[in-house]
């Protein structure tokens, strides 16, 4: 195993990059969605949920999904939930 020793420039110069790169994965994060939502309107104008483009398939269908409401079910059967509850533990990384 190897020793790293940082000393607090060297430790600050990391944290301006970690930023620099949170910085930069948000603008190709909004530049995305951009050129998603173009694309979705291209498919919504046509009234179409697929269309191959090239050597790809782009879908925009509805998806309906049964979800859990949690809330309802620990105000209705408090006890019974309590039972079912699952303590987990994990290291939160943050830089403020």
């Given at each position: 195993m190897t020793n790293v020793i940082?000393?607090?420039?060297?430790?600050?110069?990391?944290?301006?990059?970690?930023?620099?790169?949170?910085?930069?994965?948000?603008?190709?994060?909004?530049?995305?969605?951009?050129?998603?939502?173009?694309?979705?309107?291209?498919?919504?104008?046509?009234?179409?949920?697929?269309?191959?483009?090239?050597?790809?398939?782009?879908r925009f269908t509805n998806v309906?999904?049964?979800?859990?409401?949690?809330?309802?079910?620990?105000?209705?059967?408090?006890?019974?939930?309590?039972?079912?509850?699952?303590?987990?533990?994990?290291?939160?990384?943050?830089?403020?």
């Amino acid at each position: 195993m190897t020793n790293v020793i940082y000393t607090n420039t060297n430790l600050e110069d990391e944290i301006k990059t970690i930023k620099a790169l949170e910085a930069k994965l948000q603008e190709l994060k909004e530049l995305k969605e951009e050129k998603e939502n173009l694309v979705k309107k291209v498919l919504d104008d046509a009234g179409i949920e697929e269309l191959q483009v090239g050597a790809f398939t782009v879908r925009f269908t509805n998806v309906v999904r049964n979800g859990f409401n949690t809330s309802a079910f620990k105000k209705k059967y408090l006890e019974l939930y309590n039972a079912f509850i699952k303590q987990s533990s994990y290291r939160k990384f943050s830089i403020s």
